[in-house]
C-alpha cells in the first residue's frame, strides 16, 4: 500500500503527521541510529586506513578467494551509493516512506556497509612496499594532516550534514532549511574539492601496503574521481555563473599556489 502521507516539501508547521507518538518515535530511532552508524562506520574506517586489516574474521581463502571477496565488498558499498541517489530509487521510495528520512536511511545503509567492509576484510600476504625511515614517517604524516584537512574543510561549511538528520529535525520543528549559498572559505580557497583530497591522502597515507590494501586504495581512488566529477557537474547546475568563476579562479583537487585562489 502507498503512503498516504504528503512529500517532504508540502509538510509545514502544525503538519498533524509531525505530531503523532509513532512518527516522533520513528523520526528519533531514525535520527539515533543514522548518527550511530554514521559515526561508528567513519572511526572504524579511518582506524582501517591507519592500521590495516584488523583480522576480525578469517575465511582462509587464497589470493585469487581474498581478491574476489574483497572486491566484492567494495562493488556493494559502490553498488549501494549509485543506487540509493538515483531519482527513480527515490521516486520508488517516497511511496513508502517519508522524503525526510530519505538522506537518514542513505547514511544508515553507507554505515552499515563500511562496517562490514571493516569487520569482513581479508588481509593478502602479498606486500607490495613497505618503507621504513623518513618515508614511513612522511606516510605517517600524511594520514594526520588528512585528519585536520577534514576538520577544516567540514568547519568551513555552512551545514555539512553527513547523516542526514537535517531534514528530520526541521520537520519535527516545523520549520524549513535555509537556502543553500554559494560561500567560498577555508580550504575551499585552494582547491574546489579539499574533502576529496584528504579522502585520498588517507587511503595512500597507509606504508605497509600489502595486494588487498593496493586494491582497495586503487578502487576508491576511481570511485572518488567519478564522485568528484559527477559533483562538479550537480554544482555548475546548482549555482550556475557563480560556481563557473569560481572553477576559473580555482583548481579542482591539486592546490598549484601558496595564495588562495579567492
Known amino acids: 500500500m502507498k503512503n498516504s502521507n504528503p512529500p517532504s516539501e508540502t509538510i509545514g508547521k502544525g503538519t498533524a503527521g509531525s505530531k503523532t507518538f509513532s512518527y516522533r518515535f520513528m523520526a528519533y530511532t531514525v535520527l539515533v541510529l543514522s548518527a550511530v552508524f554514521g559515526q561508528v562506520s567513519l572511526v572504524s574506517l579511518g582506524l582501517f586506513l591507519y592500521h590495516g586489516s584488523f583480522h576480525l574474521i578469517r575465511f582462509n581463502l587464497d589470493e585469487t578467494g581474498i581478491f574476489l571477496f574483497n572486491f566484492g565488498l567494495c562493488m556493494a558499498f559502490?553498488?549501494?551509493?549509485?543506487?540509493?541517489?538515483?531519482?527513480?530509487?527515490?521516486?520508488?521510495?517516497?511511496?513508502?516512506?517519508?522524503?525526510?528520512?530519505?538522506?537518514?536511511?542513505?547514511?544508515?545503509?553507507?554505515?552499515?556497509?563500511?562496517?562490514?567492509?571493516?569487520?569482513?576484510?581479508?588481509?593478502?600476504?602479498?606486500?607490495?612496499?613497505?618503507?621504513?625511515?623518513?618515508?614511513?614517517?612522511?606516510?605517517?604524516?600524511?594520514?594526520?594532516?588528512?585528519?585536520?584537512?577534514?576538520?577544516?574543510?567540514?568547519?568551513?561549511?555552512?551545514?555539512?550534514?553527513?547523516?542526514?538528520?537535517?531534514?528530520?529535525?526541521?520537520?519535527?520543528?516545523?520549520?524549513?532549511?535555509?537556502?543553500?549559498?554559494?560561500?567560498?572559505?577555508?580550504?575551499?580557497?585552494?582547491?574546489?574539492?579539499?574533502?576529496?583530497?584528504?579522502s585520498l591522502l588517507m587511503f595512500w597515507s597507509c606504508p605497509y601496503l600489502t595486494l588487498d590494501r593496493l586494491l582497495f586504495n586503487i578502487l576508491f581512488t576511481a570511485w572518488t574521481v567519478i564522485g568528484m566529477i559527477l559533483e562538479e557537474r550537480d554544482l555548475s547546475e546548482s549555482f550556475g555563473r557563480a560556481y563557473q568563476e569560481y572553477r576559473k579562479k580555482v583548481p579542482i583537487l591539486i592546490p598549484t599556489r601558496i595564495r588562495p585562489g579567492m
Request: glycine letters at 8%.
Open 78 to 198: 559502490f553498488i549501494q551509493h549509485s543506487f540509493m541517489v538515483r531519482k527513480r530509487y527515490r521516486k520508488w521510495l517516497a511511496q513508502y516512506i517519508r522524503v525526510e528520512f530519505h538522506a537518514a536511511l542513505y547514511s544508515i545503509a553507507s554505515g552499515m556497509i563500511l562496517l562490514g567492509i571493516v569487520i569482513f576484510w581479508q588481509q593478502s600476504s602479498v606486500v607490495v612496499a613497505a618503507p621504513n625511515g623518513w618515508l614511513y614517517w612522511t606516510l605517517r604524516f600524511g594520514y594526520f594532516l588528512s585528519i585536520a584537512g577534514f576538520a577544516w574543510g567540514n568547519l568551513s561549511l555552512d551545514s555539512f550534514d553527513s547523516f542526514g538528520l537535517t531534514p528530520i529535525l526541521h520537520h519535527l520543528r516545523g520549520t524549513m532549511p535555509n537556502p543553500r549559498k554559494f560561500v567560498v572559505r577555508g580550504p575551499y580557497r585552494w582547491v574546489r574539492h579539499p574533502l576529496y583530497f584528504c
